[in-house]
């Protein structure tokens, strides 16, 4: 999505430890419009694929994933950080480890709100090992849910998780798919 290119071309900033810093535009200020031809984009690729929730992870998962949801008019399902949520009692659970924070936390889905008939559209704002999709994706099988595809805003290619997913089989449609971050020069694939 050559906007989003030009976006984090223009905004985006490289921070040591291989993080984009997209802050300005994604996932702390968010640029409405862009994120609404985001949801747009995503749905259009997926839209036969008969999806029946959108499903990411609080919280920068959230705005492309509403847009998303939005456009396919399904409802928005977030995975929810264990700890600052009560949810009751009856849910699904996966572990995650964060690229950003380099710990570990439980990703938490009330059975209310996924089962083994939704087919789910899995949208996050990057994708680098793979740790978080992954956990979704527990989720998913924990539920009976069939994942009907992955959509990712920033896939960091020179990191393994996407390749890692395609090999499995999914449909990963990465928006942006930065080739190399070195020395700070972004460069997409
Ligand atoms: P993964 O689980 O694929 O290793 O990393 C994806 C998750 O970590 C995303 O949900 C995202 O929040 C965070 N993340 C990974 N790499 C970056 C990055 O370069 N910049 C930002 N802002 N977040 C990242």
Do not use: W
């Amino acid at each position: 999505m050559k906007e989003l290119e030009d976006r984090i071309l223009k905004d985006g900033r490289v921070l040591p430890g291989n993080i984009l810093k997209a802050d300005s535009f994604l996932n702390h200020q968010i640029d409405p419009d862009l994120m609404q031809r985001i949801g747009e984009t995503f749905a259009d690729h997926f839209r036969t694929q008969n999806i029946t929730k959108v499903l990411t992870i609080e919280a920068s998962g959230i705005a492309p994933a509403m847009m998303t949801a939005y456009a396919l008019h399904v409802p928005l399902v977030f995975a929810k950080k264990h700890g600052a949520h009560n949810i009751g009692s009856e849910f699904y659970t996966a572990s995650v480890h964060s690229y950003t924070y380099d710990s570990d936390y439980t990703i938490v889905v009330s059975s209310a709100y996924l089962s083994d008939v939704d087919r789910v559209l899995i949208i996050d704002d990057f994708l680098a090992n793979g740790q978080a999709v992954h956990g979704l994706l527990e989720i998913c099988r924990k539920a009976g849910a069939a994942c009907g595809g992955i959509g990712i805003c920033i896939e960091k290619g020179f990191q393994p998780g996407g390749s890692e997913l395609r090999a499995m089989g999914y449909d990963v449609m990465s928006l942006a798919l930065i080739e190399s971050m070195a020395g700070g020069k972004i460069t997409f694939r």
